[in-house]
């Protein structure tokens, strides 16, 4: 998705307070383990910028941090699916490589791994694959209980290293994956080394 350098954020503006809140709410009820380092990622009367990125893409920064993007529904979900009364179509906050560095629990929940054969591929930008996942050297949710949903968003661990490499949204869900160890996972995430992750935000 940010494959393309992207250029210094002259378009930077300042989030109305109502809306600010509204992300801090959207933020908490998506990703509730982030409930203890909500005053320290998004203090009350702090001021949240926006910056319009390419492909309708929303950046969120706090004083120079960038903190979550969204994506079109369209566009990041393509076939966002319900499952009972989860609507996981309406989950576009997808937090920065930056953030979750920050908070790695808030988003143990929603970590999968790939092996060591997948690593460069998904550093260069390629549609992470299931096999990536489902191979001796990668690892998905245990059970069916911790399974992860088609539209959800994943954090992608490396085998052998500490630091997540990737973040995006699942294309399959993960016990799907399981039974047929083949298809798309991810595709067009946010990576180590992408656009995103080296633009710079005075």
Known sequence: MFKKEIGPGSNKTKVKSSVQRAIRAQALETYQALAPYVE?????KSQLDLIKLPDRVTLYVLDGQPLFFQMPADHSHGHGQRNGDDDVASETLVPT????HRFPTAFAARAVQIDR???RFVLGGATLMVPGLTSPGGRLPAGPEAGLRSGQVVVVRAEGKEEVCMVGTLKMGT???KRAK???AVEGGHYLGDGLWRLKVD
Request: aromatic share 0%; charged share 35%; net charge neutral.
């Open 97 to 100: 490589l930056r953030l979750v």
């Open 182 to 184: 083949k298809g798309v």
């Open 117 to 119: 054969g997948a690593i």
């Open 40 to 44: 320290e990622m998004m203090p009350k």
């Open 175 to 177: 016990e799907e994956m």
